[in-house]
Nanobody
């Protein structure tokens, strides 16, 4: 059974920092592209950052230079370090795993963790 479990969300003041974690089980973690998405109320889910199995990264323009995605394949965990947070970063953040399983494409989502940036 595949599970992606996010943690680390919460309430933070503007300018503050949070680190999200996503622990994966049931997949060959090292071979998957891992990503963080977010969805704010009334808006579509959007890609925040992604990291390939080889460590290549990609970021949304809105978070470049503020957020950093990383992975630890020994712990089957992907992280999102979020600095200089803004109210517009408020959203539910979802972990995503994209790869192949049994020769077929496979895509999995976590349950989400709420991030609220407010004074």
């Amino acid at each position: 059974q595949v599970q992606l479990v996010e943690s680390g969300g919460g309430l933070v003041q503007p300018g503050g920092s949070l680190r999200l974690s996503c622990s994966a089980s049931g997949i060959t973690f090292s071979s998957y592209v891992m990503a963080w998405y977010r969805q704010a109320p009334g808006k579509q889910r959007e890609l925040v950052a992604a990291i390939t199995s080889g460590g290549g990264t990609n970021y949304a323009d809105s978070v470049k230079a503020r957020f950093t995605i990383s992975r630890d394949n020994t712990k089957n965990t992907v992280y999102l370090q979020m600095n200089s947070l803004k109210p517009e970063d408020t959203a539910v953040y979802y972990c995503n795993a994209d790869g192949r399983r049994g020769g077929l494409g496979a895509n999995y989502w976590g349950q989400g963790t709420q991030v609220t940036v407010s004074s």
